[in-house]
């Protein structure tokens, strides 16, 4: 019974925070299309299989399928769900014109096509910040409090106390435990002048991050921090879209730095985490949520849960923004940037040969980085495998 209790918690967390994430990835597609007179086709959260379909008054289908690993938006001249191309090649000027005027995708302007393509990830961003808005919002600002301090950690030698409250390090003011935590794991064997607030006055101190056992490219101090209702501050709205901004942008940056450390060989690609890795954070995540004491509060539960899920597809959906970027073909980078060359050669696409080669290309590049994503996860979950 445990067993398939496990397997529901899993799988469903998995399957509603990715299909979120999905959905708010594919409408902005949408929208975007349906705004610029774009005629859409298919709606689909999910391959394969349709479980679930209907029509719309537009004629367009929305359906969910029975893989819920991906999902797409299928224009009404798609040769293909991934808008590789149209099913037929038009050039006569006549001809083109009176598809552009059908609403036709690939007959659109490249202006056209380009917002319609970049309006998926933008729009993962966007939800990102609203997510994280909410959550700050809801649960106010985790204020950067130690309340504990290894002992002969670089935290204990520095002079740092459980109670202290970190104002600042090298001048960079800390709101939160997560920029605390965000600079020191940046700041291995690099000395840090912090201010903490003790017991309403300011301290000054030094101290000089160890790198991490678990990964010696990260910096550690020796201190704990607890996320509890007590080291939370209330935020208006205003502050907490500033919040929402900011954790999304430090989630870019710090992503953005990882993949260019994997290819200049600073960092290990082992971060890198496939369907089964989402599949396990969902699980513990919901999880973690739904523990505690046996004391009939289940809406309280499903709260903590609610608010714990909107926090892992936040982080998530800016995951999928950024490696839809990415200047890979049959991905939306890969789109864009065929764009940006047929803008360059005055409107003329790549010779539809280039296209076709690119795309298988870009196919090859993504089954290889699922492969060794799950292999990734398959060490992570069994590591007698590797």
């Known amino acids: 019974m445990d067993v398939l209790q496990n397997i529901l918690i899993y799988a469903g967390s998995f399957v509603l925070v990715l299909s979120v994430v999905v959905f708010v990835h594919e409408f902005g597609h949408f929208q975007v299309a349906r705004w610029r007179g774009v005629a859409i086709d298919t709606f689909s959260i999910g391959f394969g299989k349709t479980l679930i379909g209907w029509r719309d008054k537009h004629g ?7 893989l819920p690993l991906g999902g797409y938006v299928k224009f009404a001249d798609d040769a293909d769900a991934m808008s590789t191309a149209p099913r037929e090649k038009i050039e006569d000027p006549a001809a083109l014109a009176e598809a552009r005027a059908k609403g036709l995708f690939h007959a659109q302007p490249v202006v056209t096509r380009s917002l319609v393509v970049a309006a998926g990830p933008i729009t993962n961003f966007i939800f990102s910040i609203a997510a994280f808005a909410v959550l700050a919002f809801v649960l106010g600002r985790d204020i950067a409090s130690i309340d504990s301090v290894v002992p002969d950690s670089p935290a204990a030698m520095a002079g740092l106390r459980a109670g202290d409250i970190v104002q600042s390090i090298n001048g960079e003011a800390i709101d939160e435990f997560r920029d605390l935590q965000r600079i020191v794991s940046l700041s291995p064997n690099r000395p840090l002048d912090i201010v903490a607030l003790r017991g309403g006055q300011e301290v000054s101190m030094q101290l000089t991050p160890r790198p991490s056992e678990a990964n ?73 949520a739904l523990s505690g004491p046996d004391d009939g509060d289940w809406v309280g539960r499903l709260g903590i849960l609610a608010l714990s899920l909107l926090n892992l597809a936040a982080v998530l959906s800016v995951a999928v923004g ?48 699922f492969l060794f994503a799950t292999w990734n996860d398959i060490t992570r979950l069994f590591p007698g495998a590797q």
Do not use: C
């Not at 939306?332 to 080669?357: C, M, N, S, T, V």
């Open 60 to 66: 367009v289908q929305w359906k969910i399928g029975a």
């Open 216 to 288: 010696p490219q990260a910096g550690s101090i020796g201190v704990g921090h607890n996320s509890s209702v007590e080291n939370r501050e209330p935020i208006n709205p205003f502050a907490a879209i500033a919040e929402g901004a900011n954790n999304t942008w430090q989630i870019i940056a710090q992503t953005g730095s990882y993949i260019v450390g994997v290819f200049t060989g600073r960092e290990s690609g082992n971060q890198i985490a496939g369907p089964l890795g989402i599949i396990n954070v969902s699980g513990q995540v919901a999880t973690s």
């Open 322 to 369: 950024i490696v839809n970027l990415l200047p890979i073909p049959i991905l939306d980078g890969g789109h864009l940037l065929f764009y940006a060359i047929e803008g360059a050669r005055g409107g003329k696409p790549l010779p539809p040969a280039a296209q076709e080669w690119a795309y298988r290309a870009g196919f090859a590049v993504m089954a290889s980085l």
